[in-house]
T-cell receptor, first 111, second 115 residues
Framework: DAKTTQPPSMDCAEGRAANLPCNHS???????VYWYRQIHSQGPQYIIH???NNETNEMASLIITEDRKSSTLILPHATLRDTAVYYC????????????FGKGTLLTVNP | DTAVSQTPKYLVTQMGNDKSIKCEQN?????MYWYKQDSKKFLKIMFS???????INETVPNRFSPKSPDKAHLNLHINSLELGDSAVYFC??????????????FGEGSRLTVL
């Protein structure tokens, strides 16, 4: 029952920006867009989330389209350590809601 | 200081045995979770507890019994282990409410191998 669609894999050159797309055309008004990543053999790591405005933190930027049907996670200067599976998830705000992971995008950063 | 810690990190056991995985968080969160990641790398939620109360219980065999003695701990006990239980189990925690309630902090995982 994944509510998001992501490409299965992407490549990026080290030092360049990595732009990871996500489609969530059925997103509801009260649902946030979350991004997580999982580096091999580690636990998932929260990156960023947003509702409708663009967001930026020390890890990444999140660009959400005006109609909220898609978003892009931007890693401004990808490093080899950013190689991971990136998950785009939509979830209502508030308590008691599941965070449901899909298949994600395997981002490989090449030297 | 590890925020969410799980023990053991690796567990190898025989079919039919009973085993437990422990989880502790020192973030002051009041919601904790167990996720299972199988060999195909799908990450699925199993349980969620809020202040020691079960709030999410996915379709999990009743051989799996979570126990939360206090809001900083959520243990997972598995009875009569089966081959299909082999997976990596992740514990996580979060705040219950507010804008950051979907920001989960995960442990490093406990790899269970059933022989």
């Amino acid at each position: 029952d994944a509510k998001t669609t992501q490409p299965p894999s992407m490549d990026c050159a080290e030092g360049r920006a990595a732009n990871l797309p996500c489609n969530h055309s059925t997103i509801s008004g009260n649902e946030y867009v979350y991004w997580y990543r999982q580096i091999h053999s580690q636990g998932p790591q929260y990156i960023i989330h947003g509702l409708k405005n663009n967001e930026t933190n020390e890890m990444a930027s999140l660009i959400i389209t005006e109609d909220r049907k898609s978003s892009t996670l931007i890693l401004p200067h990808a490093t080899l350590r950013d190689t991971a599976v990136y998950y785009c998830i939509v979830r209502p705000g508030g308590s008691n809601y599941k965070l449901t992971f899909g298949k994600g995008t395997l981002l490989t950063v090449n030297p | 200081d590890t925020a969410v810690s799980q023990t053991p990190k690796y567990l190898v056991t025989q079919m039919g045995n009973d085993k437990s995985i422990k989880c502790e968080q020192n973030l002051g969160h009041d919601t904790m979770y167990w996720y299972k990641q199988d060999s195909k790398k799908f990450l699925k939620i199993m349980f969620s507890y809020n202040n020691k109360e079960l709030i999410i219980n996915e379709t999990v065999p009743n051989r799996f019994s979570p126990k939360s003695p206090d809001k900083a701990h959520l243990n997972l006990h598995i009875n009569s282990l089966e081959l299909g239980d082999s997976a990596v189990y992740f514990c996580a925690s979060s705040l219950t409410s507010g804008r950051n309630s979907g920001e989960l902090f995960f442990g490093e995982g406990s790899r269970l191998t059933v022989l």
